[in-house]
């Protein structure tokens, strides 16, 4: 098994403070899974794909995402460094695949990150605009949707970089509250929403195809679930905090399978409620819980919807900038990256020069990307690095050692986490595998070049 240590004379820029508790990191991982996945995807995917069967796609992907889960908190009892799965990676298969796994989740979180931000813009500006006020066109969305540049999501993510380069107690307490806050609307949704169902709208349950893989049918149940699987990305946010969790062997596999859980019950509630107040062929919006809050008729709820979807795309953003910067930092640590990435900062006792780089950046790709560019992006490369979650799982019980956690099932759950993943990425377009093997074909060039020449400092 492959280790990696840090010099005394490096301890002090590498060092964070444990800081983050079991609830913390609950919060953490609700507050990264809900957010564009239930406030504007599920619209899009229920229009596009499944229907009412969407309900189906979000248990697909609970079922995926609970198998893989348990492999996270297997490992994050078992490894607790920062890094989620570049640092599994690296301790189990070597510096390779580490790089290969570490460069996909840098796509992963910047895109996640970049596409909740476009959401969360038009949220934004939907709400300012029943007070009428409207920004210009210019500044409202990127090019190809009517604009030069979406101002709002670049701002968002700029103001969120600041507050992570502040401290890691300070943004989990802010995202603790946010996070409490829009559950608490989630559910007034699901409450008022299902005393006006139309379950006529539920027929039929699962549309017919149209003769096009993933356009309604079982197809497109499967292909939903792809494109939904973006939304249960924030739960890996909570592996890579386990470096700063006071008792990672008992508040890591909490946080996980916690978050996963919690999460998959609001997305199937929210989208059997979603396609029984309005028709699954109208909600191919920006604000699709909007639009059917408008169906209740209940004066000003549907401002509170707003309301509640700014606080989860907020905190959904975040937590996916929080974990793209723990996943440099690792990366920096193991010199596998420049230094920059991992220099902690004297006051604020975070990496904040790599934190600073990484937001400036997400803001320009939120600035000028359509939301829909992004999304399925994010989708295939959580998938991929799910699959090495459960190889790195089966590697280390050879290897031997203590095991605080150990998932149930023996063999069967990693590799059942493998076939489900497999299966929800062979449901995506093949221009998203295009634009995987393009990334990662540039991150072998880069590692090619720099990584592989620096090994870790022992």
């Not at 509630?269 to 604000?287: E, K, P």
Request: aromatic residues 8%.
């Amino acid at each position: 098994m492959t280790g990696h240590t840090t010099s005394t004379a490096l301890t002090a820029d590498f060092a964070l403070p444990k800081t983050v508790g079991a609830f913390h990191l609950v919060c953490l991982g609700i507050g990264a899974t809900i957010g564009a996945g239930i406030f504007v995807l599920t619209g899009t995917a229920a229009a596009q794909h499944a229907g009412p069967g969407l309900t189906l796609s979000f248990v697909l992907g609970g079922i995926a995402c609970g198998l893989v889960a348990l492999c996270y908190a297997e490992l994050a009892a078992a490894i607790p460094a920062s890094g989620s799965t570049y640092s599994y990676a690296r301790a189990t298969l070597g510096p390779l695949c580490a790089w290969i796994v570490g460069w996909d989740l840098v796509l992963e979180f910047a895109m996640a990150a970049a596409t909740v931000a476009v959401g969360w813009s038009g949220y934004v500006q939907s709400l300012l605009g029943d007070f009428g006020l409207r920004l210009p066109p210019a500044l409202a969305s990127a090019e190809g949707k009517g604009g030069l540049l979406n101002l709002p999501a670049a701002l968002m993510i700029l103001a969120l970089t600041i507050l992570l380069i502040r401290g890691t107690k300070e943004s989990t307490g802010v995202n603790a509250v946010l996070v409490v806050l829009k559950v608490a609307i989630i559910l007034a949704f699901v409450g008022i929403g299902a005393w006006h169902v139309n379950v006529a709208l539920w027929s039929p349950y699962v549309p017919a195809n149209t003769g096009t893989f993933g356009e309604f049918g079982w197809s497109g149940v499967l292909r939903g679930a792809g494109v939904v699987f973006f939304a249960f990305v924030g739960f890996e946010t909570v592996s890579t905090a386990a470096a700063e969790t006071r008792d990672p062997q008992r508040d890591a596999p909490i946080g996980l399978i916690g978050s996963v859980a919690i999460s998959t019950l609001l997305y199937v509630a929210v989208a059997a409620v979603l396609t029984g107040l309005v028709s699954y062929s109208s909600l191919n919006v920006a604000d699709p819980m909007a639009k059917a809050t408008d169906a209740i008729g209940i004066g000003g709820f549907s401002l509170l919807i707003k309301v509640g979807a700014i606080l989860g795309l907020t905190t959904s953003v975040l937590t996916a900038l929080y974990g793209q910067g723990r996943i440099l930092y690792a990366m920096a640590r193991d010199r596998m990256l420049p230094p920059v990435f991992g220099q902690v900062h004297s006051r604020f006792r975070t990496p904040a020069k790599g934190q600073a780089l990484v937001g400036g950046l997400t803001a320009v790709v939120a600035a000028f990307t359509p939301i829909d560019v992004l999304g399925e992006l994010v989708s295939i490369g959580t998938l991929l690095a799910f699959v090495v979650v459960c190889i790195a799982v089966m590697v280390l019980r050879r290897a031997g050692g203590p095991r605080p956690f150990r998932a149930p099932g023996g063999a069967a759950t990693p590799m059942l986490g493998i076939i489900a993943c497999l299966a929800l990425m062979a449901g995506l377009p093949l221009e998203t595998w295009a634009r995987l093997g393009l990334w990662l074909g540039l991150g072998l060039a880069i590692y090619a070049v720099y990584g592989r020449r620096r090994p870790a400092v022992a």
